[in-house]
């Protein structure tokens, strides 16, 4: 079984748990229910839906965006601290020399 499936049959059924289980109660209107959850959480104030509500509506939504906060911070912090090889450098070098070289005595360049 390949990542993407194994991801898709954790992601798929834990989805519609969540909408079975969170939005059904509010009436099922799924981008209806996000929209007012998002209005009331900025301060439209006008929405039917308490601050517990509009964090449980909108959980999947803040779970991808801590997991896109995550990923971007790892990618960073292991740019940051990527070890530089001097010997491998060296072996690079020698290699390009060589085969600049043999190129030459072809008369590739």
């Not at 509506?57 to 995550?70: M, N």
């Not at 292991?78 to 690079?92: G, H, L, P």
């Amino acid at each position: 079984m390949l990542r993407y499936q194994r991801f898709s049959a954790v992601i798929l059924p834990a989805f519609s748990c969540y909408c079975y289980f969170i939005l059904l109660p509010l009436g099922w209107h799924f981008p209806r229910a996000i929209a007012n959850a998002l209005l009331n959480l900025v301060g439209g104030g006008w929405t039917y839906y308490s601050w517990r509500e509009c964090i449980r509506i909108l959980s999947p939504l803040l779970v991808v965006a801590l997991l896109g906060i995550y990923a971007l911070s790892d990618i960073a912090y292991t740019v940051i601290t990527f070890n530089d090889c001097k010997d491998a450098s060296a072996e690079i070098e020698t290699q390009v020399a060589e085969a600049k070289k043999e190129m030459k005595r072809r008369k590739i360049a």
